[in-house]
Every structure is written in structure tokens, then in C-alpha cells.
């Protein structure tokens, strides 16, 4: 499995991506600016040379607090699950966050989310309680 993070020079990695991955289809134009945006952060899974897994994150910054790495979502084609490609990508991830000089990182699910709360505590991160409200803009 080649794990690697996507820059710029990326976008055309993402045109072939096993179903099940993303969520939604792939807006060209929404990739584009995700990947020139330089604290936006995009790690893939390749199998040959299909994307079979992602974690995106953002290098988030604060005028009073050390840098930190918000990882936004993790998705591993059905077909690719239980294999540890999300492990690999958070450990990706987790590199990446250190050499930007990231204080911690930080990622939320839902509690009944089995997967995702056995991968994280598997690499050793620890569940706090927290209230997540959302806002329609």
C-alpha cells in the first residue's frame, strides 16, 4: 500500500478513487482549491494506482496557542477496511503535523461510530468529553 500526502501537484491522483471512499463525488474545482490551499492537508491510500482510503486535515493556527492539526475525516473503501490503511494514514498524518510544528492533533466522531473510535484509541488517543454544537450559515 503506498501511503503518501497530496500537494498541489496531486489533483490527478484523485481521479481514479474506489467507490466508497469520499462520501460525495469529487468536485474538480473543490479539489483544486483544497490542495493549493497550503494548510490544507490530503493523505491517500493507493492500491495500484486507485485511492482506496484518505485522511484530510488542516494545519490550524491561533494567535495564542501553539499550532495544532485538526484531522477533519477518515474514509477507507469498504472493500479495503480492517486492513490498517487508516492507521497508515493517521500516522501519515501525525508526521506531517510534527514536522509543521503541531502542538497536538485532534479529530471527532460519534460515540456509536465502532471503527472509528477502535482506530484512535488504538493509536493511543484519548477520548475526552466534549458537546459539538453545529450552525446553519
Partial sequence: MDVRILGRSGVGVLEDVAPGVFDHALRPDLV????????????????????????????YVHP???AELWI????????????GIGRQLMEALFSLGR??????????????NDGAVGLYASLGGDATPSVMFTFKL
Fill in 32 to 59: 483544486t482549491e483544497f490542495l493549493g490551499d497550503p494548510r490544507h492537508h490530503l493523505a491517500v491510500a493507493l492500491d495500484g494506482g486507485t485511492v482506496v482510503g484518505f485522511a484530510s486535515a488542516l494545519h
Fill in 64 to 66: 495564542d496557542k501553539p
Fill in 72 to 83: 477533519n475525516e477518515v474514509g477507507v473503501a469498504p472493500t479495503h477496511q480492517r486492513r
Fill in 99 to 112: 514536522e509543521l510544528g503541531c502542538r497536538e492533533a485532534w479529530v471527532l466522531t460519534e460515540a456509536e
